[in-house]
């Protein structure tokens, strides 16, 4: 009877710490995945100790959008000017997105023609990025 207790006794202490155990391990891994600073925009914060890659810069995106001289063809909502208005372009995919600005000839948009520059091939990868990343949130 007291042999037996004791075995019942043993096996609740195990599992209790088991959960102590994984209690602290979540408890040190929470706060590095959930309480990283989200950089405000415009802050160029170089050499941070962030350990999350820093993602698109949506904004320099948005600013590329019109100083490159796509809004004089593109409308952000789904209107037609010279080309397509790009609401709703993320559904493509990010591929396709950087070979409609990279080479644009290569598969035109039924209705439309080749009237897009190819300059934009020349683009910094960065610039691309942040471009194709703001247009995924264009709706
Ligand atoms: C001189 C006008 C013009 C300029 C400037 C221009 N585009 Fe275009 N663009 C077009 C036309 C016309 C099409 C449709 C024909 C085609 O597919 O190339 C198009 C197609 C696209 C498409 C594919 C749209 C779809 O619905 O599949 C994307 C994305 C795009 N352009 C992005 C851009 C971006 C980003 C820039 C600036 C870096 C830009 N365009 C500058 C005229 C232009």
Do not use: W
Not at 81 to 109: F, K, N
């Amino acid at each position: 009877m007291l042999k037996r207790s004791n075995l019942v006794l043993i096996s609740v202490l195990a599992v209790l710490t088991l959960f102590v155990v994984a209690a602290c391990a979540e408890g040190t891994e929470n706060p590095f995945g959930t309480t990283t600073p989200v950089p405000t925009e415009g802050s160029s914060n170089p050499g941070t100790s962030n350990p999350e890659p820093s993602g698109p810069d949506i904004a320099n995106g948005e600013s590329k959008f019109t100083g490159l001289g796509c809004s004089g063809c593109h409308k952000t909502d789904s209107g037609k000017l010279v080309g397509p208005g790009l609401a709703g372009i993320a559904a493509r995919g990010d591929e396709y997105i950087r070979l409609s600005i990279t080479d644009p000839g290569a598969e035109l948009v039924e209705g439309y023609a080749n009237l897009m520059p190819t300059s934009f091939a020349n683009l910094k990868q960065s610039d691309l990025d942040d471009l194709v990343a703001y247009l995924k949130t264009l709706n």
